[in-house]
């Protein structure tokens, strides 16, 4: 019985608008693609950078429209939070909670778009990915030719030229 109470009040005061504002869940980089729509080349990017409680920075990249700048942010209805940013159109996010995911979501809506943008949050531009080779296989050694294996490549060897001895 309190479980079930306290599952009641965690749903009732965990979706109201006095809620923290979600300024440090999305700041970093998003990558944001309209459902059914193909991109070319690379989908719009949104550029969050947390400055306040209830404020953020923003820049967008590949969007049909300019916005950016330091921006205010205040909840709206249904989770989704509305952002006013200091030169262009007003927007609205809706950070995705879900723990099922492994990367962090969020939704974006313009008052003008036909849908909503489903952003995927991109890992930091320093961040480590997978190794290309396995840990276990020892590596060659410092200034060695390279490999010749796709996707390895020396990156802390500079290219030297190398003399070519003459034979007689």
Known sequence: MKVSRL?????????????????????????????????????????????????????????????????DMAADQGGWWKVKPAQGQEFMIRPDGSAKQRTPAMGLRFADSKGDYRCLRLPPSGAQGLPLAPQNVPSEPQGGPPSGEPGVQPTDVPNEEVPIKKEN
């Open 7 to 71: 599952a009641f009040l965690a749903a009732v005061f965990g979706v109201c608008p006095a809620a923290a504002s979600p300024a440090g869940d999305i700041a970093g980089t998003w990558e944001c693609r309209l459902p059914g729509v193909e991109y070319r080349n690379r989908p719009p990017i949104l550029y969050v950078a947390e400055t306040g409680e209830s404020q953020v920075t923003i820049e967008v990249d590949g969007f049909a429209r300019e916005i950016y700048g330091r921006s």
